[in-house]
């Protein structure tokens, strides 16, 4: 758990860093609402939203920092605090489960 004022520099760390086929994951403290970005190809991402507004966009680097931002404003509206969870060996990101091994903590 981090606090959300760590969430946007834990995004630009990770658009650099993540490789394709993996994920990370950002919930509400309650977990009922958050988003998730997915590396199809090196520069190619795709964000799925969870909560206010369902929705998949994918894009290269700029467009998804730009959608990570606004996702943020909506799905965190008074949150504190945000979940952050990795995962590796993703085929669908819209089926992400626990069963995949998770990635051990960057931080």
Same mark, same amino acid.
């Given at each position: ?12 760390? /990770? ?10 994951? #950002?919930? @509400? =403290? ?7 970005? =997915? ?12 909560? =206010?507004?369902?929705?998949?966009? @994918?894009? &290269? ?11 943020? $404003? $909506?799905?965190?509206? $008074? ?6 969870? =990795? #995962? /590796?060996?993703? &085929?669908?990101?819209? &089926? ?10 960057? #931080?």
């Amino acid at each position: 758990m981090i606090h959300i004022s760590q969430v946007l520099p834990l995004v630009e760390k /990770q658009l650099k860093e993540l490789q394709p086929k993996e994920a990370v994951e #950002f919930k @509400t =403290y309650k977990r009922d609402r958050g988003f998730l970005i =997915y590396c199809l190809a090196d520069s190619q991402f795709q964000v799925v939203e969870m909560g =206010y507004h369902n929705q998949t966009l @994918t894009g &290269d680097l700029v467009s998804t920092r730009k959608h990570v931002k606004k996702a943020l $404003r $909506r799905e965190f509206p $008074r949150s504190n605090k945000a979940w952050v969870e =990795y #995962f /590796q060996n993703v &085929d669908n990101p819209l &089926d992400v489960k626990k069963p995949h091994p998770h990635q051990m903590p960057l #931080f």
